[in-house]
């Protein structure tokens, strides 16, 4: 999909000199694709305590099926 930004020159020099993109589309897409992973962890930290855990759950049990 075609699309028009208007990007801070400084911002966009910097991302592909630090993360050594060879053009401003590498360099946004690692951007977006990180920026994406961080919300995706921030929702995730939300779901600790809210789960249930059984103290008597036996992983190793589990694992031998037999």
Do not use: C
Not at 11 to 17: C, F, G, H, K, Q
Not at 21 to 26: D, R, V, Y
């Amino acid at each position: 999909m075609a699309t028009n930004l208007h990007l801070d020159d400084r911002l966009i020099r910097e991302a592909m000199t630090l993360g050594k993109h060879p053009t401003k589309k590498a360099a946004v897409t690692q951007a977006l694709t990180s920026y994406i992973r961080r919300l995706r962890q921030q929702r995730i930290l939300k779901l600790f305590g809210t789960i249930d855990f059984d103290p008597e759950y036996d992983y190793k049990k589990q694992r031998s099926r037999t």
